[in-house]
T-cell receptor
Framework: AQSVTQLDSQVPVFEEAPVELRCNYSSSVSVYLFWYVQYPNQGLQLLLKYLSGSTLVESINGFEAEFNKSQTSFHLRKPSVHISDTAEYFCAVTNTGGFKTIFGAGTRLFVKA | NAGVTQTPKFQVLKTGQSMTLQCAQDMNHNSMYWYRQDPGMGLRLIYYSASEGTTDKGEVPNGYNVSRLNKREFSLRLESAAPSQTSVYFC??????????FGPGTRLTVL
């Protein structure tokens, strides 16, 4: 069975500081990996994803994540955060060719001025 | 292009009442999903429909039923609501790129 563990439930950080949100997964088969972001009172939207190819993937707003197969991790990083990055971030995994997606419990990122 | 729409946005029920949550997508996606979101638990899959005419149970199907009415619409029914079903419910559809697109959610309170 698949599972996703987000190691931090809340991450407070000052504006312009770097941040890392940690995600580990377990699966016995090949997977696709995702980070979704949820702003207050909204649905989730895709931030970035790894399907195949380069293990480092980037979003349009400066986030990046690296697929590490040996450590079964997909940590999300940003070198300099903005107030507008305050949101909840969800790591998710899907079996290659499968239909079900398993989500982590979420990490609430709070950026302080 | 509305994406994924859900109705209603808010609902309050009494224990034992029934209701149907409606979801529609206009992106011609084959797969659709119903999730519930509870604090500290992320999103949990209730039911999904891989394609029109098929539905399957997810992690937490008890107390729910679904109908894939056509390719656009996927409804979730609570036959006899219980306080444990107080949650935020999200519908999503999945593109061929494996990205899921989510609706704005329905906040349900069962008293």
């Amino acid at each position: 069975a698949q599972s996703v563990t987000q190691l931090d439930s809340q991450v407070p950080v000052f504006e312009e500081a770097p941040v890392e949100l940690r995600c580990n997964y377990s699966s016995s088969v090949s997977v696709y990996l995702f980070w979704y972001v949820q702003y207050p009172n909204q649905g989730l939207q895709l931030l970035l994803k790894y399907l195949s190819g380069s293990t480092l993937v980037e979003s349009i707003n400066g986030f990046e994540a690296e697929f590490n197969k040996s450590q079964t991790s997909f940590h999300l990083r940003k070198p300099s955060v903005h107030i507008s990055d305050t949101a909840e971030y969800f790591c998710a995994v899907t079996n290659t060719g499968g239909f079900k997606t398993i989500f982590g419990a979420g990490t609430r990122l709070f950026v302080k001025a | 292009n509305a994406g994924v729409t859900q109705t209603p946005k808010f609902q309050v029920l009494k224990t034992g009442q029934s209701m149907t949550l409606q979801c529609a997508q206009d992106m011609n996606h084959n797969s659709m999903y119903w999730y519930r979101q509870d604090p500290g638990m992320g999103l949990r899959l209730i039911y999904y429909s891989a394609s029109e005419g098929t539905t399957d149970k997810g992690e937490v199907p008890n107390g729910y039923n679904v109908s894939r009415l056509n390719k656009r619409e996927f409804s979730l029914r609570l036959e006899s609501a219980a306080p444990s079903q107080t949650s935020v419910y999200f519908c999503a559809s999945r593109a061929v790129t494996d990205t899921q697109y989510f609706g704005p959610g329905t906040r349900l309170t069962v008293l």
